[in-house]
């Protein structure tokens, strides 16, 4: 159900790409569908892709690539997350790409997010949240995170510390549910060392869901 889910939202989110646009592709597997429904559109547009995997994904795809030296606004970003509540607070960077996805969305005039049904929640948390750190101050923010309430792993690929396209690694931190995510994004984005993490509040203007044959979409109003 999860993938017919996600391949629904993904090519949902595609129609709303015009031809000409300047367009972000997230990373993960449910923004791989929207870069499929982009592709099968066959329109001229130019990407800004979010990780170094969705660039070679796109270009496998005939889609045309371009970095942020050559554009200074993406006309719509769309990518997927790992929780979202209602009022479109969300939790990413499970495929690890947080840093460059925050930055595109930034960037951007419009975001859409997509999700399979499972990704709604009524609070953050239960889904581990990722925090990118310098690795030389990774063990004073992994104490940091811990003596917070969270449990904390540093994350790894084939028994290495993995690291992210912007060199840097990352901390899951398994807090069960984040209360007063506003204040904990503050909290975050003023300790040092940390240069990005996975909470994106304030960035999405509009959610797409997946439920079974039908997609809805949220605007945030709670």
């Not at 090519?11 to 646009?21: C, D, N, S, Y």
């Not at 969705?54 to 889609?63: C, D, I, K, N, Q």
Request: aromatic letters at 4%; glycine letters at 12%; charged letters at 25%.
């Amino acid at each position: 159900m999860a993938a017919a889910e996600k391949k629904r939202v993904g090519f949902a989110a595609a129609e709303l790409v015009k031809a000409g646009m300047i367009v972000g592709l997230g990373t993960g597997s449910t923004a791989a569908f929207f870069v499929d429904g982009v592709a099968a559109r066959g329109l001229t547009i130019r990407c800004v892709p979010t990780s170094e995997a969705t660039a070679a994904m796109a270009r496998a795809r005939g889609l045309e690539i371009v970095s942020l030296r050559d554009v200074e606004r993406i006309a719509l970003t769309v990518d997927g997350v790992d929780e979202v509540d209602t009022n479109l607070r969300a939790i990413k960077g499970g495929g690890g790409a947080l840093m460059r996805e925050k930055i595109v969305a930034s960037l951007s005039d419009q975001v859409v997010y997509i999700g399979d049904s499972s990704k709604l929640v009524g609070t953050l948390g239960a889904f581990p949240l990722p925090v990118e750190v310098s690795p030389f101050a990774a063990p004073a923010i992994q104490r940091q995170l811990t003596n917070a309430g969270a449990e904390v792993t540093l994350r790894e690929a084939n028994g290495q510390p993995f690291v992210s396209d912007e060199g840097h690694w990352i901390l899951d931190a398994a807090f069960k549910q984040i209360d007063d995510p506003e204040k904990f994004d503050t909290l975050l984005n003023s300790t040092p060392g940390v240069v990005a993490h996975g909470l994106f509040i304030g960035l999405i203007d509009r959610m797409l869901i997946a439920r079974g044959d039908e997609v809805k979409a949220l605007d945030g109003t709670g």
